[in-house]
């Protein structure tokens, strides 16, 4: 741990009479010069001031960030030399000179925006959203016809991170922190966690733009918010919620309903919600809780009907569905804007929607879909079904069989797991001169006997326990991606009777329990491959090594079965 108070080091250590405690030295006037770099706009007028750029940084790391980023932010090149020769550098203070200066400088409505932050507890991590969030619901961000305030508070973010008052955590993805020395120790706490029911006089908060319920996990009942006209995001998750609160309907600038609870077999309730005119709701999440079994399926079936969102959404999940169909409204081509649907433990649908006339969809993922036999899709004009779906997984789907789509000419990335019908995986329609698949896995599927026509432009092939399967056949008219070397082409001119063929991608290759394969296909070359991990025997026997003369820097993970090669 580092530590600027000596007392506090001394704490954590067991004899720190016997123990020097190691101190950090400052920067260097070069390591500090090229942080500052980093994070300013290098002019010529301020690389004649390196010298007392340096000597103000005093070898400080976050001195020559936030250094960097308040000059960067000031164009005037008169006004950056005012700021270098400012009296405030020689001031005594328990805050560093660069940071008072920085906060100085900022306009007004950066001011604002950057002391309320000190309510943040000391050391929290914090996402970009959270923060907009709670300038939101201060009133500090304005709203024109032509911006949101969502999007101008994602401007004022981006100018404290700039001027390296908010620092990214490389190791926590789009989390970010604001140092110790910038921080003003604040904390605000608000605890609700054991309240059953809201105060009525919660609908008086007219201007109210955030409800976060999290953590009430005894929350029954919410009073009526038909008033709170502004409210945008509602966040409900973790509860032991009864029903949606009354008003919801005349909500109609919600942007954010993390989760919709309905009392069982109010049918009434899903209409009332009205979400089909909530235009900025950007996903919808329904997912049907362990009740269904009271619940007839007409009855189901119409709640799903009437909560169609509005046709400006981009994510859809239904979770735990139990009608025998799908409502009408999904995969309906007014949804324009859909990139992303999940469909799990839907168990009595027979059928999928007509999901493949969504021109924008990228992303479909079904799992547990136990009454689900077979791909049956409504035709698609010119047999253009999903024309830029990228990313396919079907996991627990026991039951399924036959073929998957007969056009996915964008997709990326293919799993299908735990299919256990399934009989075979014809990937003809995938195999041609566009086709950019990368990613395949096929695991669990005990039936299936046959893969055919693999791309050759996978990078990663996964094949676990397929106890019947017994050959893995490849496309070999897929245009070939590789730039051979001279030294590959000198080796194929010895050998011109052997016709080859390569997957010039495939780095990695993993078979587990298929005890059917016997081989894989004959003269097959894997330049690229580092990762080959197999349990089977008689595949070891027949591996086509001579990948290994044509890159001899492959590095092999080689497992089980490694004495059967000799």
């Known amino acids: 741990m580092t530590t600027r108070n000596e007392n506090i080091a001394r ?66 090149k008169s006004q950056r030399r005012k700021i270098l020769e400012s009296s405030v550098w020689g001031e005594k203070s328990s805050v560093l000179p660069v940071l008072r200066l920085s906060y100085h400088h900022m306009p007004s409505y950066l001011k604002r925006v950057f002391s309320y932050c000190s309510v943040l507890p000391k050391d929290y991590k914090f996402m970009e959203m959270e923060v907009i969030l709670l300038w939101m619901a201060q009133g500090f961000l304005p709203e024109t016809q032509n911006e949101r305030m ?20 490389p190791s926590d993805e789009g989390k970010y922190i604001m140092h110790d020395l910038i921080h003003d120790v604040a904390q605000l706490s608000a605890e609700f966690k054991r309240m059953k029911m809201l105060p009525q ?59 919709f609870v309905l009392a069982t077999g109010k049918v009434a309730d899903a209409l009332d919600a009205q979400l089909h005119k909530k ?15 009271e619940v007839d399926d007409k ?41 992303d649907i999940k469909l799990n433990k839907c168990q009595k649908c027979e059928c999928l929607p007509p999901l493949g006339q969504l021109s924008t969809l990228k992303s479909l993922w079904i799992e547990k879909m136990n009454g689900i036999k077979e791909w049956v899709h409504p035709p698609v004009g ?34 299908i797991i735990e299919c256990r019908r399934l009989e075979s995986l014809e990937l003809k329609n995938l195999s041609s001169s566009t086709c950019r698949l990368e990613v395949l896995y096929v695991k669990g599927c005990e039936s299936i006997v046959f893969i055919g026509h693999i791309p050759l432009t996978l990078q990663p092939l996964e094949i676990d326990d397929g106890e019947k399967l017994g050959c893995v056949d490849y496309d070999e008219q897929t245009i070939n991606l590789s730039a051979r070397s001279d030294n590959e082409k000198a080796l194929k001119s010895e050998q011109p009777t052997k ?18 394969l016997r081989s894989l296909q004959e ?41 059967s090669i000799a």
Request: charged fraction near 20%.
């Open 201 to 259: 006089s919660i609908n008086n908060l007219w201007n109210l733009q955030t409800l976060c319920l999290k953590g009430c996990y005894k929350l029954e009942r919410v009073p009526y918010i038909g008033s709170l006209s502004k409210l945008r995001y509602m966040y409900i998750s973790e509860f032991s919620l009864k029903e949606m609160p009354l008003g919801i309907e005349k909500l109609t600038n919600m942007q954010t309903l993390e989760k």
């Open 279 to 293: 235009k900025s709701l950007d996903g919808l999440y329904l997912k049907w809780g362990t009740y269904v079994d």
């Open 499 to 516: 016709v080859s063929l390569e997957l010039p991608l495939l780095t990695e290759l993993r078979i587990e329990r298929c005890p059917s």
């Open 150 to 169: 969502e999007d101008m508070g994602h401007k004022y973010f981006n100018h404290l991170v700039s001027r390296s008052l908010y620092e990214q955590i």
């Open 11 to 76: 704490m954590m250590i067991n004899n720190p009479a016997l123990c020097n405690i190691p101190k950090l030295e400052t920067l260097s006037s070069d390591d500090c010069w090229l942080i500052f770099q980093q994070h300013a706009k290098v002019e010529f007028d301020l690389a004649q001031m390196r010298d007392n750029i340096i000597e103000k940084v005093n070898g400080l790391p976050l001195a020559a960030k936030a250094l960097g980023g308040l000059l960067k932010s000031i164009p005037d």
């Open 382 to 415: 010119n047999n253009r079904a999903f024309p830029i779906l990228e990313k396919l997984s079907i996991k627990h789907c026991p039951s399924l069989q036959g073929d998957l789509p007969p056009h996915l000419p964008s997709i990326r990335k293919l799993g």
């Open 299 to 339: 009855t189901n079936r119409d709640v799903a009907e009437k909560l169609q969102p509005h046709i400006s959404i981009k994510k859809s999940e239904l979770d735990g569905y139990m009608g025998s169909t799908f409502p009408s409204w999904l995969g309906d081509l007014s949804f324009s804007n859909m990139v």
């Open 523 to 563: 003269n097959l070359l894997l330049p690229a491959l580092k990762i080959f991990t197999c349990g089977i025997a008689e595949i070891w026997k027949g591996f086509p090594l001579n990948c290994t003369i044509l890159t001899p820097s492959n590095d092999f993970i080689l497992k089980n079965a490694l004495k």
